[in-house]
Nanobody, 124 residues
């Protein structure tokens, strides 16, 4: 059974930082590119960041470039999202996802497995 479990969400003030983690089980982690998406109330789920299988290549949504950093530890089967300079517009449920491919992916349909999500709330 494949499981992706996110952690690290919470409430933070604007300008603050938060670090999310996502630990995978039931897959050979190094075979999967990983991604982070988010969904705000009433909005579509959108791409935030992606990382390739080995952690050498990354991709970011324009809205988070320079503020968010995605990384992974293949020994720990974990992908991370370090978020800084947070804005109220970053408030959403954040999801990690796994894609059975080499390169980082930006499209929802490219991902095979999804976590349950973790809430991030940024107060102004």
């Amino acid at each position: 059974q494949v499981r992706l479990v996110e952690s690290g969400g919470g409430l933070v003030q604007a300008g603050g930082s938060l670090a999310l983690s996502c630990t995978a089980s039931g897959i050979t982690f190094v075979d999967y590119a990983m991604g982070w998406f988010r969904q705000a109330p009433g909005k579509e789920r959108e791409f935030v960041a992606g990382i390739d299988r080995l952690g050498a290549g990354t991709d970011y949504a324009d809205s988070v470039k320079g503020r968010f950093t995605v990384s992974r530890d293949n020994r720990e089967n974990t992908v991370y999202l370090q978020m800084s300079s947070l804005e109220p517009e970053d408030t959403a449920v954040y999801y990690c996802a796994a894609a059975y491919t080499v390169a980082a992916q930006t499209t929802r349909l490219d991902y095979d497995y999804w976590g349950q999500g973790t809430q991030v709330t940024v107060s102004s």
